[in-house]
């Protein structure tokens, strides 16, 4: 593919890299990545288990770190990086929040159900929500959404959801902070 960049990367390879991240990263940080990516893959089996994964200092201390280690599925170097993108300063609020929502969407069948919000819960809260608080807190925030979206489309009635697709929680969202979203890539590695 032609000259090495980095470290057994060839422009080439930076270049699919760099559109595979929708342009959120640059060469420089790419590069790093890479780095990092090959610190992690003990073995250079071209790929991070969960074990490598887990330890990552700042994920390993997430509530969520068995989920999003299972959402990877051992990415290779292209997947870690789309993994990490939407974290970017530069990656939209839309492709913040549709990484948010495939993380909470624990089934995978395009939609956070009830079921997936109780697993989520339990993820974050542990046993310090019981079982009708788990209901009760879901069935508020399907209500609230639900009654957004009659809002937001002019209708006196909402129907209550018992889903959330990816627009439904992207207006559940609409107002939330995501600038604590950010992670930095050290180029000087």
Do not use: W
């Not at 390993?60 to 051992?74: D, G, K, T």
């Not at 909470?104 to 079921?115: M, N, T």
Request: hydrophobic share 45%; aromatic share 6%; charged share 25%.
């Amino acid at each position: 593919m032609g000259q090495a960049a980095s470290g057994g990367l060839t422009q080439g390879d930076v270049d699919e890299v760099i559109a595979a991240s929708k342009g959120v990263f640059n060469q420089a940080e790419i590069e790093a990545l890479y780095k990092r990516f090959r610190a992690l893959d003990r073995g250079r089996k071209g790929y991070i288990s969960p074990e490598e994964f887990l330890s990552i200092p700042e994920l390993s201390i997430n509530p969520l770190a068995q989920r999003l280690v299972r959402a990877a599925e051992c990415p290779n170097f292209r997947d870690f990086v789309r993994l990490v993108a939407p974290f970017s300063p530069r990656a939209s609020r839309d492709d913040r929040l549709a990484f948010i929502f495939s993380v909470y969407d624990v089934d995978g069948d395009g939609y956070i159900s009830r079921e997936d919000m109780a697993m989520m819960l339990k993820q974050l809260a542990g046993s310090s929500l019981s079982e009708e608080d788990t209901h009760a807190i879901i069935s508020r925030v399907l209500a609230q959404v639900g009654a957004a979206a009659a809002t937001s489309t002019s209708t006196s009635t909402a129907a209550p959801l018992e889903r959330l697709d990816l627009p439904a929680f992207k207006r559940a969202l609409a107002g939330a902070d995501l600038s604590n979203m950010v992670v930095e890539v050290n180029v000087d590695l």
